[in-house]
């Protein structure tokens, strides 16, 4: 007896072992996963497991791609504790904790939730959104943990990427130290909640790279994130979150967000026929998108040479490090303000990337005039924009301090309003007066010389249209054929010796089908070779090309039927004895 309950006591955890190996996407507390198993989401799209990255030995838990063939890793657990061995176990305790041992046993890595939920009878599951979440058997909703709030390098759809204002988890990007290293790397792109929401790209703890505020259609650092046939995206902030997600339009794609270990945040969709990940689009676009390259109250265009300028009413602080391509002592006014003397007001420059807003203050009721008033009766207010772009502009946000990180953009730019002196106003309103002006001047020269050379071009084509056309004698032709008196068009002298004249009026018929004012009516060379050579039925010949007369076979009425000519598809048939 005591040797069949030995027994029991063997097979029950080879059982269990069994059940994992039955590509199930669950693991209960019974369980373990060790290193040569692995769970399969339901709809096989993602795979949980252990891996060794590029050319290393080390041994990491993660989760990857199931469908692709390049393995591309989303997510990994003990990212800095890896394993040099393969005798990592995982195990999911009774109060809903993932823990990953080393053969030793010795703790590598665990995971903790700062929900308050209550846990009985936990399981661990593998979603086809790559999310692994903990969860309560028979709660599908209400996850322990999920995998999706700790993301390593890889955004994926349904990621709310961002900040729980209520469980203080703030959703972030950090890079692999390299291909072969899944360890913390050198960049984060993490959202900064001071003042407007916007999420900063770091290198270490230096700011590389601004996205920018939400405008209500997309951050104005990236003029290029437009509605697009792969995914949706939205961007959510009330006082509970503040995140930006997106969601496949067709669940059949595959597509991700990486931050790569130089920096570079790019978006890769999978090709299935060439069995590879395409690059889709990147945050960065070019040199102005370096944080902060040109200054206080600096701009950046990347089509001007040099790139940085003063924004309008300042000037270098440092004239000769400016010229020189130095730009990061910025720029200065050129009028000092002089506030609440009613010396001043706001000029409009438009087509920005909004300036850094961690100093700035946000209303999403007001409107653009009570705006500028609050920004008025703050001396420290340096500027004021809408807080949303859609439906004619609605919200306020107020500027306190210098502003910094602008560029400027063809197009998808935003207005933003700078208080400047009174003075520089008037000096700029005057320049544009003159600029419009002068605009006007060379739009109309412009046009009156164009319609000068239209008419001498328009008369020149006629004068030669006329010298190529054969005096009328292919419309003669046209017209007698139509009226059943071709024969009329053979010369005396070839009537008597020619032995059969329909062979002739074939040929006439056929030349005058070759010249129809509609290039697709004209038969090409091999059919007309059929024609000449048999019996073949043919058509009754259109007008011919340049014909501007009404249509005296098909027209029963007066009116007159102007045809629009052919200019460059005419040809012609010259007809010559041999």
Known sequence: MEAINVLHLLLIPLFFTFLLAQATDVITANQTLKDGDSIVSKGGSFELGFFSPGGSRNRYLGIWYKKVSLQTVVWVANRDSPLYDLSGTLQISGNGSLRLFSGRNYLLWSSSSSKKTSVRNPIVQILDTGNLVVRNSGDDEDYIWQSLDYPGDTFLPGLKYGIDFTTGINRFLTSWRSPDDPSTGNYTNKMDPNGVP?????????????????????????????????????????????????????????????????????????????????????????????????????????????ACRCLKGFVPKSPEAYSAGDWSEGCVRRVNLGCGKGEEDFLKISKLKLPDTRTSWYDKSMNLNECKRVCLRNCSCSAYSHFDVRYGGRGCILWFGDLIDIREYNENGQDLYVRLASSEIEKYNVYDVKWKIRMMLIIVLSTALFLICLCIGLTVFNMKKKKLAPKGKWLKAWRQHAEDKACELIDEALKESCTNISEVLRAIHIGLLCVQQDPKDRPNMSVVVLMLSSEMLLLDPKEPGFYNERNLLFSDTTSINLEVPSNNLQTMSVVEPR
Not at 224 to 253: G, Q
Request: hydrophobic residues 35%; glycine residues 6%; aromatic residues 18%.
């Open 198 to 306: 916007q999420f900063f790209l770091k290198k270490n703890s230096v700011d590389v790279f601004r996205a920018g505020p939400w405008n209500g259609l997309r951050f104005t650092g990236m003029p290029h994130l437009k509605p697009n046939p792969i995914y949706r995206f939205e961007f959510v902030f009330t006082e509970e979150e503040a995140y930006y997600t997106y969601k496949l339009e067709n669940p059949s794609v595959i597509t991700r967000m990486q931050l790569n270990p130089n920096g570079a945040l790019q978006r890769y969709t999978w090709v299935d026929s060439l069995q590879n990940w395409n690059f889709y689009l990147s945050a960065q676009m070019d040199s102005c998108d370096l944080y902060m390259l040109c200054g206080s109250y600096g701009s950046c265009n990347i089509n001007e040479s040099p």
